[in-house]
């Protein structure tokens, strides 16, 4: 298996612009999990899924932020408008059950200037 | 959901010394993971110690669990430069399904 892919890896993009970050989970693996990670922060986990459903949403931080599932096998996670702040590097990441290892993506750099 | 904390935050070692790394947590735990993360790469999972497990051996990791004291140790043995990263500990159990992570310890070891 490829391991959970993420596009694109950079991304650089202006002020207000609509941002779509894409993620293909391992095959088979039930759960998704979107993450952010800035040197301010540390690692916050934004959004999770189980079965394309979303179950907790609660480190989303604005609405701007919006993350979807429409098959097992792709998410997307959007920002509409980009900030600057919103600047960071986005993980995803899926696992085959609820308290089992999870297998992360690569990334994506984002710069909102 | 909880997240642990590692101590210490960050360390400098040289090759060929051990590298011990401590995390704490806060509620009751099904299970506490530990993760590595190079510079410019997602986190990879290293081992994963049950609640019900004492000590874990994998390759020169060796991970410690104490339940009643709500805390963990990862000891790296014979360090290599090669596992110069940041290390995540992340306890899992106290409600959600979700993992979530601390700031972790940033480990160099030097040639």
């Known amino acids: 298996d490829a391991g959970v892919i993420q596009s694109p890896r950079h991304e650089v993009t202006e002020m207000g612009q609509e941002v779509t970050l894409r993620c293909k989970p391992i095959s088979g693996h039930d759960y998704l999990f979107w993450y952010r990670q800035t040197m301010m922060r540390g690692l916050e986990l934004l959004i999770y899924?189980?079965?394309?459903?979303?179950?907790?949403d609660s480190g989303m931080p604005e609405d701007r932020f919006s993350a979807k599932m429409p098959n097992a096998s792709f998410s997307t996670l959007k920002i509409q408008p980009s900030e600057p702040r919103d600047s960071a590097v986005y993980f995803c990441?899926?696992?085959?059950?609820?308290?089992?290892?999870?297998?992360f993506g690569s990334g994506t750099q984002l710069s909102v200037l | 959901s909880q997240q642990g904390e590692e101590d210490p935050q960050a360390l400098s070692i040289q090759e060929g010394e051990n590298a011990t790394m401590n995390c704490s947590y806060k509620?009751?735990?099904?299970?506490l993971q530990w993760y590595r993360q190079n510079s410019g790469r997602g986190l990879v999972h290293l081992i994963l110690i049950r609640s019900n497990e004492r000590e874990k051996h994998s390759g020169r990791l060796r991970v410690t669990l104490d339940t009643s004291k709500k805390s963990s140790s990862l000891l790296i043995t014979a360090s290599r430069a090669a596992d110069t990263a940041s290390y995540f500990c992340?306890?899992?159990?106290?409600?959600?399904?979700?993992?979530?992570f601390g700031t972790g310890t940033q480990l160099k070891v030097e040639l």
């Open positions: 990441a899926s696992s085959g059950a609820t308290n089992e290892k999870l297998f």
């Open positions: 899924f189980n079965n394309n459903v979303p179950i907790d």
């Open positions: 509620t009751s735990i099904n299970n």
């Open positions: 992340a306890p899992f159990g106290g409600g959600g399904n979700k993992l979530t």
